[in-house]
């Protein structure tokens, strides 16, 4: 059964809810979130770097209902408020795509899909049973329905994956490793990592770490905004303040600054949906 573990109000009426996982889910995803919105966000929003891939199952204000697949996003985009009710987000684990979607996780990266369009049996059935659903029922269905259709990954191959991009992440103040240390570590060649970053993760192991720093950036400034950017950026890896500064210019095409004092790119109409990619 799903609990909420975490609830957050925000501006402008957004709750978001971080959800529990049950265990049975565990082999495909590392992630569940629940989003609703009381009227309209009425500032532009930003979609930020994410390596991850994710599963949406989403309500509009006018009641159209979509089970989406958004795959990572390697650059910030800054978007015009959107008439949302609701949404549940479930991350997908590393190595998850291709056994559930039927993809590498490379053919999803700035992919926003319709679940239904892929390939893969088992996301066809749980696109037309998660459609009319109610969000709390999302996870234990999932969780009911899903481990008797559709065999983990290899689990000595996830869990090679799993650990390279454990050592790629910033969590709890961990600075990313490098690719060849990363690989030597792992005793892969650094092709071999590489290859298996493009088919579980869908970045390579070097843009993963970018993503992964720059997140680590606006989680850390945003809860201490006092805390001098050369202390930010040494913690994170950075080689000095300019080094986090050009990456983070990259990445959200802004500097630091701007962004936290809201000095945004235009706002742009959200993606539209793209075709799934077909097997591969």
């Known amino acids: 059964m799903t609990t909420t573990q975490e609830t957050k109000p925000g501006a402008n009426g957004l709750v978001e809810a971080r959800l529990t996982?049950?265990?049975?889910?565990?082999?495909?995803?590392?992630?569940?979130?629940?989003?609703?919105?009381?009227?309209d966000l009425r500032e532009p929003f930003a979609h930020v770097p994410d390596a991850a891939t994710k599963m949406v199952v989403r309500v509009e204000e006018n009641g159209r209902r979509d089970v989406l697949v958004v795959g990572p996003r390697t650059r910030a985009s800054y978007h015009a408020s959107k008439r949302l009710a609701s949404c549940v987000q479930l991350r997908l684990g590393p190595g998850a795509a291709r056994p559930l979607l039927g993809v590498p996780a490379v053919d999803l990266v700035g992919r926003v899909a319709p679940l239904g369009d892929f390939p893969g049996t088992p996301a066809r059935q749980l696109a037309e049973e998660l459609l009319p659903l109610d969000h709390e029922q999302v996870v234990p269905h999932l969780a009911e329905t899903l481990p008797e259709r559709l065999a983990p990954a290899d689990p000595s191959r996830t869990g090679l994956l799993r650990a390279a991009v454990e050592a790629m992440s910033t969590e709890e103040g961990h600075v990313p490793v490098g690719v060849r240390a990363l690989a030597d570590r792992l005793a892969v060649s650094e092709r071999q990592l590489r290859n298996l970053f493009a088919d579980g993760v869908g970045v390579?192991?070097?843009?993963?770490?970018?993503?992964a720093?720059?997140?680590?950036i606006l989680t850390h400034a945003g809860r201490s905004p006092g805390i001098p950017w050369a202390q930010l950026a040494a913690a994170t890896g950075y080689y000095d303040q300019s080094h986090m500064t050009a990456d983070f210019r990259t990445l959200m095409g802004v500097p630091p600054t701007s962004f936290f004092t809201g000095r945004l790119p235009a706002a742009r109409p959200c993606q539209a949906f793209g075709s799934a990619p077909a097997p591969g």
């Open 21 to 39: 996982l049950p265990e049975e889910l565990l082999p495909w995803f590392v992630d569940a979130g629940f989003t609703s919105v009381d009227g």
């Open 204 to 211: 390579s192991p070097k843009h993963y770490a970018r993503i």
């Open 213 to 216: 720093r720059v997140r680590h």
